[in-house]
């Protein structure tokens, strides 16, 4: 597995290198607003470049912002969350029909990627004997394959949408504090780090704009 994320990392930084040069009249740029991450408090933006007659490099970026809390109890009681963090996500595409002058990239593709994910999350929440405080920092590392279909109207807009496997390892480190409220004295504390590797679906829908 080691070789395999070594070998897609590649593909996807040194693959351009070797693309063709650009057609000389086809709009040969796209950019996008990603739904893949919306239930997930992600909110992400992309973009496409031709660099040849098959072969584009797309990159996506985006943030991550989620916040809740819920009162019970009269106020008596709080339970609030705060996510923050980023996403980016570069790619490489070859498409199965060649660009015109009239056309930017559409139809078919096939495409290798990574991904770096980074979220921080903290939470606070009491009964009525003590507070909890809980706090994740989570990275991820991923590389991966996708097969997708892109269309644009004469107009430039359209959709493009996508799937495929995602080979991934995931860092999280998280703490947990607990206080008695009648006191303000420390009941527990507890931290651990776990590395993890697992193979996870990414898939994604787009609206798109050539030009």
């Known amino acids: 597995m080691k070789k395999l994320l070594l070998i897609m990392c590649v593909m996807v930084l040194g693959l351009p290198s070797f693309a063709q040069s650009e057609t000389d009249d086809s709009p040969k740029n796209v950019v996008k607003l990603n739904f893949d991450g919306i239930f997930d408090s992600r909110y992400q933006f992309g973009y496409e470049r031709v660099l040849g007659k098959y072969t584009t490099v797309n990159l996506n970026v985006g943030g991550i912002f989620d916040v809740y809390k819920r009162e019970t109890g009269g106020g008596q009681y709080l ?24 056309k930017t990239p559409a139809g078919f593709f096939f495409s290798a990627f990574s991904k770096y ?33 892109q269309m644009l109207t004469s107009f430039g807009l359209g959709f493009e ?22 006191n303000g004295t420390n009941a527990s504390n507890y931290d651990e780090s776990t590395i993890e ?6 898939a994604g829908v787009s609206i798109s704009y050539g030009f």
Do not use: C, H
């Not at 339970?79 to 009239?102: A, L």
């Not at 980074?118 to 394959?145: C, S």
């Not at 949408?161 to 009648?182: H, M």
């Open 117 to 149: 994910r980074t979220e921080n999350e903290d939470r606070n929440f009491n009964n009525e004997f003590e507070l909890t405080e809980e706090k994740w920092d989570r990275d991820y590392i991923g590389v991966g394959l996708l097969a997708g279909f």
């Open 197 to 202: 590797q697992e193979t996870v679906p990414f």
């Open 79 to 102: 339970d609030e969350r705060n996510k923050t963090g980023f996403v980016i996500v570069p790619e490489f595409r070859v498409y199965m029909s060649e660009f015109t002058s009239d």
């Open 161 to 182: 949408a996508y799937v495929g496997p995602e080979y991934r390892y995931s860092f999280i480190d998280y703490t947990r504090t607990q206080t008695l409220i009648a």
